[in-house]
């Protein structure tokens, strides 16, 4: 399915979607193809808590020290791919995109992740990287919290082990193997942490749709987002004018959101 825009008059403001759901369930992938196919951006805010963690462990600022860890979010920025993605992360500058998918972050970032603080700190970020819509922004709070307001709000499933099974094939790794293994309780122990932490918990807004992927084939769930949003899409464009809100699908006036930076909103 191609995207319908061309054929038919563009919406008012283009969607926000919110897209949820636990580590490895193929927010990434799904959501990147699925965006690109409505003509949509696309954030991986998980790229966010990352880039804090990597830059933390670099610098011996520990979870214990929250403004340490507040004090390093001016550092981190957003940057575009070739296709338009929110999908690189640069540190001062430099592209750091790959150290912050290293196994020592995968070990940290939960716990970083945790501090309300942090959280707080990266709010605003989020919210005005969706302010113009158009966009599909994945995480985990995406739906509940980030973006209360969001047009749409999917959140994709899967068990752990199937989760683990992908990310062992995607790495390549013997699915008998202990590395295997070790995924499988890494995944385990990162679903812990983030669905029981204080705040912001990985939960399904009330009002998400939940998108089971056990035994998809990618290409199906990519399919199942793509006609949720082109059916959201439709819904809004059949809806009479609303007025528009200053920054649609955040929650909160645009008053609160910090002036755009560096190329975040670019798209
Ligand atoms: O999606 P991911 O595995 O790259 O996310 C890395 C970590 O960041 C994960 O432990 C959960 C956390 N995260 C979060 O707490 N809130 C988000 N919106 C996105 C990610």
């Given amino acids: 399915m191609s995207s319908t825009y061309g054929t038919k008059p563009r919406p008012r403001r283009e969607l926000v979607v919110a897209l949820d759901g636990p580590g490895s369930s193929g927010k990434s992938s799904v959501g990147s193809a699925a965006a690109l196919r409505v003509g949509f951006r696309f954030c991986d805010t998980g790229l966010l808590y990352r880039a804090i963690t990597w830059l933390a462990l670099a610098r011996g600022v520990t979870s214990a020290d929250p403004a340490g860890l507040r004090s390093l979010v001016p550092e981190v920025e957003l940057a575009a791919d070739e296709r338009g993605r929110l999908s690189r992360v640069l540190v001062d500058g430099v592209d750091h995109t790959d150290d912050v998918r290293g196994p020592q972050v995968d070990l940290a970032v939960s716990v970083v992740a945790a501090v309300p603080e942090l959280r707080a700190a990266l709010l605003d970020r989020q919210r005005t990287i969706a302010a113009p819509g158009g966009i599909v922004m994945a995480g985990r709070d995406i739906g509940t919290v980030v973006l209360p307001d969001a047009d749409l709000k999917l959140f994709l499933d899967a068990s752990v082990e199937e989760r683990a099974r992908r990310r062992t094939q995607e790495r390549g790794l013997d699915a008998s193997g202990p590395d295997a293994g070790e995924i499988l309780a890494a995944l385990r122990r990162r679903d812990e942490l983030d669905a029981t932490r204080a705040v912001a918990p990985l939960r399904p807004?009330?009002?998400?749709?939940?998108?089971?992927?056990?035994?998809?084939?990618?290409?199906?769930?990519?399919?199942?987002?793509?006609?949720?949003?082109?059916?959201?899409?439709?819904?809004?464009?059949?809806?009479?004018?609303?007025?528009?809100?200053?920054?649609?699908?955040?929650?909160?006036?645009?008053?609160?959101?910090?002036?755009?930076?560096?190329?975040?909103?670019h798209r």
């Fill in 205 to 265: 807004a009330p009002d998400a749709r939940i998108i089971a992927t056990d035994g998809n084939r990618v290409e199906d769930t990519i399919d199942a987002v793509v006609s949720a949003i082109l059916d959201a899409e439709a819904r809004r464009a059949a809806a009479p004018e609303a007025a528009e809100p200053e920054a649609a699908g955040t929650g909160e006036p645009a008053a609160t959101a910090e002036p755009a930076t560096g190329s975040e909103p």
